[in-house]
Each structure stands twice: as structure tokens, then as C-alpha cells.
């Protein structure tokens, strides 16, 4: 009986596992963690958004990207549907594809992958962190004063080093090293950034529906609309995270990276120029702080009145033309240049990894050392906040058993 050793018991790796395991293949998952899939368990706010309807390679980034195209092409969303289905799990989309279990509760995936793995006789080995790989005749997998012999192939799942409290580390990079697989270096994404400034400080726990623009170098790069949310370091919320992958890998490339804020992107400039302009005439006996606040947030309206010079206590029949270009101005394009991101920590998933290049599209196997295999976060391919990374995930995951089970 052909004998596979997975190494890590995420969404990738249990994906793999259950594939092998109906194919009679003999299957032993290492888990560093006492817990499987810890990451599963926590994402979507414990709902789990498991994948999206829409998905194309746009959705992710890659050096390589021809890579990513091959997998979407074979195993989509209503591939990984049936899949989830054939292990008692349905589904239901939201209108902007985010996709869940119907009991919209992250256990209850896990519940179901480790049923099925528990019929299907794979062995779960938890707690056991595997410290080296080698290969003579067969693969040996040594986790501390253990030894495991035997294996016709090892699956490399380990992700990377995103949520280092969930588990999450190098482990997998230095396994594809020692085979002399070339890295591509990692760096966090979907997570806040970090200014160069303190005027978040005062503004910390605002949160707002805008459009954050990112800018490489002066060039603008993407808008996103989203919430924005300050916070005592810099800034997070959705629209934070959707462009923070471009922001992080900017600043590992040394680029000067800067956000523009539209705090009010309901408005156009004009508009949000009448509407101050008519509350000043409206209550001209009171201050511009109390006609702001009318429209923004108490801390927020103080901050622009500081950032634009403007003493709060001015009455509101005093604010001239100039001055509430101003404001316009600071609400709709307020600048920040970004220094650092908030680090793996605070990271959903990391950019970067081992280098699809050196790994077959098709079965997922190193081109450097037959019957080693690496999917899931550690390969160097990143999708977007919305269920992106977790398709990925469970697509690289079924589609590299599916080789391994075909292959003699």
C-alpha cells in the first residue's frame, strides 16, 4: 500500500488527506498543534467564509501567475461545492459571493473533516512537530527524538508564518531550502498598517465607510471602498486589508508607500462644500467643531479642524470659502505614508513562499525531489480577503491527491 505523510492538518493538508485516504492510500497527518485546523476555526469571525462564486486569477497574487490559472481551471468553486458536500457539508453565498457553511459556524467544518478522516482510518499525529525530512529509498520525517520511516511521498502543508499564536511559522520554508528550492520572501498581508504619523493616535476606535488609494512610489495603484477604522498604531478595517498585500510588499521592496483617505466618498467635493457652507448659515451662532460634528464623528471632526488649522471654537458665521476647501479637502484626501504593517501576528495570511516555478502545476510535486509536495500558503500565491486563500487552499490540496493517487 503507497504511504503518504502530510504535514499540517489545515485546510490543505485535511483536503489532501481525505482525497488519498478514499484512493486506499495509507495517510499519517503531523500536526505541531494539540488542535487541527486552528486557522479554519477562527476565520470569518468563526463563521469560516470557505471560498467565493467569484473567482478568477485577478483575485491573486503570485510571481508566477500561470500557476494559479491551471488550478482555478480544474478545481473551481463548484468543484470544491461537490467536494464539501461529499463530507456533509453545504453551502450558501452571500450577494457579494462570500461563501459559508449553511450552519455559518467555522466548527462545524471542522467537525466534518475530522469525521470523515476519523471513517477513513487516517492517522492524526497531534503535537508532533516535524524538525526534518530525508529521503533514501523512502521519505523519514523525524520530530524531535521520533522517527517516522516509510513514506512513498511527504506533503508539505505548513503555511507560513501569518498568526504565529495559531501555529503558524517558517517550518515549511526550510524543508523546500534543504531540497534547494529557491524562496521567495514572505511578508504579511490582510493587515493594518502602521504611519508615519500621530494623528491616528487621537483618532483611535473611529471607524468610517470610505475609499482608501494606495500609492507606490506617487503612482496610484488601487481604490478600494470599504470601512476604515483608526486605531493607536495606524489604521485596519476592510478597506485596510483589501490593498494591505500591495502596501507590505511595497515596503519590502523599499518603496515609499502612501494612503489617501475619502472619509466621505458619498459626497463629491463640491457637495461636501454646499452642505458645510449651508449648516454655517443655518446655526451661525454655533462652532464649526458642533457643525462638523453634525456630519463626522466628534474625534475626527477635532482632528480636521487641527490638521486644517482651525480653531474648533470658531462660530460657524466666521468659516469662509477657504476654509471649508479645506475641510472638504482633509475629509476626502487626507495623505498618510505607511512605514510597516502590524506584522505576522496580526496577519490572515502571508505573500511570498516557496517558488511555483520549481513546483508542476498539475500535481504540485518539486521539480527538485520526486514525491515531495508542497501546497496551500507556503507556495507563493496570495488571494484577497472574501474566501480567496481558503479555495486555494483546498484546491491545491485535492488536486495534488488526485495526482498522487493516480501516479504508480
Avoid at 331 to 350: P, S
Amino acid at each position: 500500500m503507497k504511504k503518504i505523510a502530510i504535514i499540517g492538518a489545515g485546510a490543505a493538508g485535511l483536503t489532501a488527506a481525505i482525497v488519498l485516504a478514499r484512493k486506499n492510500i495509507k495517510v499519517d497527518i503531523f500536526e505541531q498543534n494539540d488542535k487541527n485546523a486552528k486557522k479554519i476555526l477562527v476565520s470569518g469571525n468563526g463563521h469560516c467564509n470557505i471560498t467565493n462564486k467569484n473567482i478568477a486569477t485577478s483575485n491573486y497574487i503570485s510571481e508566477n501567475p500561470q500557476f494559479i490559472e491551471y488550478t482555478l481551471k480544474q478545481f473551481g468553486f463548484h468543484e470544491l461545492e461537490k467536494f464539501m458536500n461529499s463530507i456533509g457539508l453545504l453551502l450558501f453565498s452571500k450577494n457579494d459571493g462570500k461563501t459559508y457553511p449553511l450552519s455559518y459556524e467555522a466548527k462545524s467544518v471542522i467537525n466534518a473533516f475530522e469525521e470523515t478522516l476519523q471513517n477513513l482510518n487516517v492517522t492524526i499525529h497531534n503535537a508532533h512537530r516535524v524538525e526534518s525530512i530525508t529521503k533514501d529509498e523512502t521519505f523519514t520525517l523525524t520530530c524531535k527524538e521520533e522517527s517516522y520511516e516509510g513514506y512513498n511521498g511527504v506533503i508539505v502543508a505548513t503555511g507560513l508564518k501569518a498568526a504565529p499564536q495559531l501555529g503558524g511559522n517558517d517550518d515549511g520554508l526550510k524543508f523546500a531550502a534543504a531540497f534547494g528550492h529557491t524562496i521567495i520572501e514572505s511578508y504579511p498581508s490582510l493587515v493594518g498598517l502602521h504611519l508615519d504619523s500621530s494623528v491616528h493616535e487621537s483618532l483611535s476606535g473611529v471607524k468610517i465607510n470610505g475609499e482608501a488609494t494606495i500609492y507606490i512610489d506617487r503612482l496610484k495603484e488601487k481604490t478600494v471602498r470599504g470601512d476604515i477604522l483608526f486605531t493607536n498604531y495606524g489604521f485596519s478595517g476592510l478597506a485596510i486589508l483589501d490593498i494591505s498585500q500591495i502596501a507590505s510588499k511595497a515596503l519590502l521592496n523599499h518603496q515609499n508607500v502612501d494612503i489617501s483617505l475619502n472619509l466621505m466618498s458619498n459626497f463629491n467635493p463640491q457637495s461636501l462644500s454646499a452642505q458645510i457652507s449651508n449648516l454655517c448659515k443655518i446655526v451661525p451662532q454655533n462652532s464649526i467643531y458642533t457643525v462638523l460634528s453634525g456630519i463626522v464623528p466628534t474625534k475626527l471632526a477635532l482632528s480636521v479642524l487641527k490638521e486644517t488649522n482651525i480653531q474648533s471654537s470658531l462660530k460657524a458665521s466666521d468659516v469662509n470659502t477657504k476654509m471649508v476647501k479645506g475641510i472638504v479637502n482633509k475629509l476626502q484626501n487626507w495623505r498618510f505614508k505607511v512605514i510597516d504593517t502590524h506584522g505576522y501576528k496580526h496577519a490572515e495570511v502571508c505573500g511570498g513562499g516557496v517558488d511555483t516555478l520549481e513546483i508542476d502545476a498539475k500535481s504540485f510535486e518539486s521539480k527538485k525531489l520526486k514525491g515531495l509536495y508542497f501546497i496551500g500558503e507556503i507556495l507563493d500565491v496570495i488571494g484577497e480577503r472574501g474566501g480567496y486563500n481558503f479555495q486555494f487552499a483546498f484546491a491545491s490540496g485535492f488536486l495534488c491527491a488526485q495526482e498522487i493517487a493516480k501516479s504508480k
